[in-house]
């Protein structure tokens, strides 16, 4: 098997051990999906997180950003509100369970942060460079796949 056949082996490999992780990881959190967990995420990080603004940051379209606000705040993770200057914009917060995951989801990040620091502090400046070359390519690919699905 040559090098490239190798390396989109273990993208594949990688692909699976994502999948397996996300259904781990939706039992942890109760149930919560990890776009739901973003969504919570973004939530806690963005000022005056609306729906434009949180489908921005994602990447995702706002109807899909409605249905993700609606599911949360049905499992009373969020709460909506209005200002009395704009009714007619509706802005999210985190309601303390909402808080407990967003602080979950952080510490889920960090740690998997930490870990990849340290398998790529086995690598030359040289080697980052093209594996972060790789990676933005890669990434580029599928950004370019989602757009066309919008």
Same mark, same amino acid.
């Given at each position: 098997?040559?090098?490239?056949?190798?390396?989109?082996?273990?993208?594949?490999?990688?692909?699976?051990?994502?999948?397996?992780?996300?259904?781990?990881?939706?039992?942890?959190?109760?149930?919560?999906?990890?776009?739901?967990?973003?969504?919570?995420?973004?939530?806690?990080?963005?000022?005056?997180?609306?729906?434009?603004?949180?489908?921005?940051?994602?990447?995702?379209? %706002?109807?899909? #950003?409605? +249905?993700?606000? *609606?599911? !949360?705040?049905?499992?009373?993770?969020? @709460?909506?509100?209005?200002?009395?200057?704009?009714?007619?914009?509706?802005?999210?917060?985190?309601?303390?369970?909402?808080?407990?995951?967003?602080?979950?989801?952080?510490?889920?990040?960090?740690?998997?942060?930490?870990?990849?620091?340290?398998?790529?502090?086995?690598?030359?400046?040289?080697? %980052?460079?093209? #594996?972060? +070359?790789?990676? *933005?390519? !890669?990434?580029?690919?599928?950004?370019? @796949?989602?757009?066309?699905?919008?």
């Amino acid at each position: 098997m040559d090098t490239s056949m190798k390396i989109i082996k273990e993208i594949t490999r990688i692909k699976e051990h994502a999948d397996i992780f996300h259904d781990h990881n939706i039992n942890i959190m109760g149930g919560i999906s990890v776009a739901e967990a973003h969504c919570i995420d973004k939530i806690g990080s963005i000022e005056c997180a609306n729906v434009t603004k949180i489908a921005s940051a994602m990447c995702m379209s %706002k109807g899909a #950003i409605s +249905k993700i606000t *609606k599911k !949360l705040l049905c499992k009373e993770l969020i @709460e909506s509100y209005q200002t009395p200057e704009n009714k007619k914009e509706v802005y999210f917060l985190l309601t303390e369970m909402g808080k407990q995951v967003y602080r979950a989801h952080k510490k889920c990040h960090k740690s998997a942060r930490q870990n990849k620091l340290a398998i790529l502090s086995k690598y030359k400046n040289e080697e %980052k460079a093209i #594996i972060l +070359k790789f990676l *933005k390519d !890669l990434t580029q690919e599928y950004d370019d @796949e989602i757009k066309k699905e919008n």
